[in-house]
């Protein structure tokens, strides 16, 4: 199966500010989502973001330590599991979790760093002679901007 890879490339925030919008849009579309982080303490700065952001009101989430992670419509983890079924996956932290089983994969990197930018056009190149549908997506001002 392939996967509809949309590479995000962050230039004006950070993940944790740039990503409830992308998960309250997963939400909307009845999606359920895993976030894959690069470590312990990225997943614990991204798991309070979520709980204090604003816009949207609410993003239910877990982690392992969760009861019933199968539950949870997103799943914060440093590990590529899939306790919920999710169809969506985003990576962060340039981690190079594979993109099968799901379907539409979002990778966030940081614009203001050589070394993520350098790892995520690597990323692309393996997913693009792999077969997958890939997009580009750059922060403005003015929000996202599909380019290329």
């Avoid at 877990?62 to 440093?78: K, S």
Wanted: glycine share 8%; charged share 20%; aromatic share 10%.
């Amino acid at each position: 199966m392939m996967s509809e890879i949309g590479f995000y490339h962050l230039t004006r925030t950070d993940v944790a500010a740039a990503l409830p919008t992308l998960l309250g849009r997963t939400l909307a579309a009845g999606e359920k989502a895993v976030v894959v982080c690069a470590d312990e303490r990225q997943m614990e700065a991204l798991d309070n973001a979520l709980w204090q952001c604003q816009s949207p009101d609410w993003l239910p989430h877990g982690t392992a330590q969760t009861p019933h992670p199968e539950w949870q419509p997103i799943y914060l983890t440093t590990a590529p599991k899939n306790p919920a079924g999710a169809r969506f996956l985003f990576r962060t932290g340039g981690v190079e979790t594979p993109p099968e089983p799901y379907t539409r994969v979002f990778d966030l990197f940081d614009g203001n760093s050589e070394a993520e930018t350098l790892a995520a056009r690597q990323r692309w190149r393996v997913a693009k002679e792999a077969g997958h549908s890939l997009t580009y997506w750059k922060q403005e001002n003015s929000g996202w901007v599909k380019a290329g």
